[in-house]
């Protein structure tokens, strides 16, 4: 059984920095593709930004382009989310995801794509 725990969201001023770590553990880590996404109240769960399964790819949706980026430890089982120049509009219910495809080759951004889900870790960004 896959299981994944954020951590390191929290309360923060616009124009400051977060960083969230998620650790997953029960399964191959390397071998699968991670998500970030986030879902602020009342809104869909939307794609923040994704890894290759090697780290060697990401990509981004267009609202965090630039502020965020995400990494992965492979020796340590951990996907970060360093979240720079926050905006109030990007306070939200931030989850981790793994893939369902193994070593896969697409820049997959479709929560349907994403078979493992952590439990979320809140972040609110104050004007």
């Known amino acids: 059984q896959v299981h994944l725990v954020e951590f390191g969201g929290g309360f923060v001023q616009a124009g400051g920095s977060l960083r969230l770590s998620c650790v997953i553990s029960?399964?191959?880590?390397?071998?699968?593709?991670m998500g970030w996404f986030r879902q602020a109240l009342g809104k869909e769960r939307e794609f923040v930004a994704g890894?290759?399964?090697?780290?060697?790819?990401?990509w981004y949706a267009d609202s965090v382009k630039g502020r965020f980026t995400i990494s992965r430890d492979n020796a340590k089982n951990t996907v970060y989310l360093q979240m720079n120049s926050l905006k109030p509009e990007d306070t939200a219910v931030y989850y981790c995801?793994?893939?369902?495809?193994?070593?896969?080759?697409?820049?997959?951004?479709?929560?349907?794509?994403?078979?493992?889900w952590g439990q979320g870790t809140q972040v609110t960004v104050s004007s």
């Open positions: 029960g399964r191959t880590f390397s071998r699968y593709g």
């Open positions: 995801a793994v893939s369902s495809y193994d070593r896969d080759g697409l820049e997959r951004s479709d929560s349907a794509d994403f078979g493992s």
């Open positions: 890894i290759s399964w090697n780290g060697g790819r990401t």
